[in-house]
């Protein structure tokens, strides 16, 4: 995280001239990723893990670069495709330094000029990293918010005219936005936004990249709460790659103290148990004056 603030800081300060010492810097970091992610048994992404950090931009580029390589990984690209791919997802909003802070966090709704301003991001991005980076990760960041249906920007792109890394970089992008609080909304919850990306498939989003997309995430990260179909509370303890909806839970009891674990995925008598509800904290669901022992 250090190591991405001090890059995009440094663009700022070198009044937005990025050099090739960055960009090296930016590649180590990416290569560091992909060996931890590569040799990483379990591919799923407990996204939780990487919501504290206080400053949205780095950490957004941060999580974007992880969920493409992890993305990538399972499609199965090569480690040189995944190194384009991981410094595509870092460098996606660089742009982003040059529009005025006030816009980028304003907690209203846009104006058509301010967001013509944001709309202008990709392609400065590309301005500045021209002849830094390879051309196939420059056409990434140029079409990371292109759709597949031509109502994208900057350019209106449709689905043969965008490149591939751009498709997986707009799936990370869109969900790890989504799933981050921001100055004019609150965050959605992972199982919330899977449902949303997933009712976009074909339309925004290439849908064989979206198959490979929900193989690395999870709906419910260790740690959140969840309510059940039953009617009881629970919170995940262990999440299966084989299927992000049904977790390993423990049962939080009533009378505030820790109940029983229940695999949603293996234990036959749990099959009719359904997740209907989740959330972040002890206060979701009034559990903050019952919660009497630490839960995990
Ligand atoms: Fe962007």
Redesign the pocket.
């Given at each position: 995280m250090t190591q991405i603030k001090d890059v995009y800081y440094d663009f700022q300060m070198s009044s937005n001239k990025i050099n090739a010492t960055t960009i090296k810097q930016i590649s180590s970091i990416v290569n560091d990723l992909i060996t931890e992610l590569l040799y990483k048994d379990d591919l799923t992404y407990n996204i939780i893990d990487f919501k504290n950090y206080d400053s949205y931009t780095f950490q957004h580029c941060l999580n974007v670069s992880i969920l493409s390589i992890s993305t990538g990984i399972s499609l199965g690209l090569s480690e040189p495709k995944l190194h384009e791919l991981g410094i595509a997802g870092m460098l996606?909003?660089i742009g982003?330094m040059l529009v005025p802070v006030e816009i980028l966090n304003k907690p209203g709704k846009l104006t058509e000029e301010e967001f013509a301003i944001i709309k202008e991001?990709?392609v400065n991005a590309v301005k500045q990293l021209n002849n830094l980076v390879s051309n196939d990760i420059l056409r990434a960041i140029e079409s990371?918010?292109e759709k597949l249906d031509g109502t994208g920007y900057p350019y209106g792109r449709t689905a043969n005219n965008i490149s591939y890394y751009a498709k997986v970089l707009s799936v990370c992008?869109v969900y790890d936005a989504l799933t981050s609080d921001r100055p004019y909304r609150k965050s959605a919850f992972p199982n919330e936004v899977i449902e949303y990306i997933m009712g976009c498939a074909d339309t925004h989003f290439d849908y064989d990249i979206l198959q490979h997309f929900i193989k690395i995430i999870v709906a419910y990260p260790i740690g959140t709460f969840v309510k059940l179909s039953n009617g009881q509370l629970a919170v995940v303890v262990k999440n299966y790659k084989e299927n992000i909806l049904r977790p390993l839970i423990r049962i939080i009891n009533p009378d505030g103290t820790v109940g029983r674990d229940m695999d949603l995925l293996y234990d036959k008598r749990y099959m009719n148990v359904t997740i209907v509800d989740m959330g972040y904290d002890y206060e979701c669901f009034g559990m903050k004056k019952i919660l009497k022992s630490s839960v995990i």
């Amino acid at each position: 995280m250090t190591q991405i603030k001090d890059v995009y800081y440094d663009f700022q300060m070198s009044s937005n001239k990025i050099n090739a010492t960055t960009i090296k810097q930016i590649s180590s970091i990416v290569n560091d990723l992909i060996t931890e992610l590569l040799y990483k048994d379990d591919l799923t992404y407990n996204i939780i893990d990487f919501k504290n950090y206080d400053s949205y931009t780095f950490q957004h580029c941060l999580n974007v670069s992880i969920l493409s390589i992890s993305t990538g990984i399972s499609l199965g690209l090569s480690e040189p495709k995944l190194h384009e791919l991981g410094i595509a997802g870092m460098l996606h909003d660089i742009g982003k330094m040059l529009v005025p802070v006030e816009i980028l966090n304003k907690p209203g709704k846009l104006t058509e000029e301010e967001f013509a301003i944001i709309k202008e991001h990709p392609v400065n991005a590309v301005k500045q990293l021209n002849n830094l980076v390879s051309n196939d990760i420059l056409r990434a960041i140029e079409s990371h918010h292109e759709k597949l249906d031509g109502t994208g920007y900057p350019y209106g792109r449709t689905a043969n005219n965008i490149s591939y890394y751009a498709k997986v970089l707009s799936v990370c992008d869109v969900y790890d936005a989504l799933t981050s609080d921001r100055p004019y909304r609150k965050s959605a919850f992972p199982n919330e936004v899977i449902e949303y990306i997933m009712g976009c498939a074909d339309t925004h989003f290439d849908y064989d990249i979206l198959q490979h997309f929900i193989k690395i995430i999870v709906a419910y990260p260790i740690g959140t709460f969840v309510k059940l179909s039953n009617g009881q509370l629970a919170v995940v303890v262990k999440n299966y790659k084989e299927n992000i909806l049904r977790p390993l839970i423990r049962i939080i009891n009533p009378d505030g103290t820790v109940g029983r674990d229940m695999d949603l995925l293996y234990d036959k008598r749990y099959m009719n148990v359904t997740i209907v509800d989740m959330g972040y904290d002890y206060e979701c669901f009034g559990m903050k004056k019952i919660l009497k022992s630490s839960v995990i």
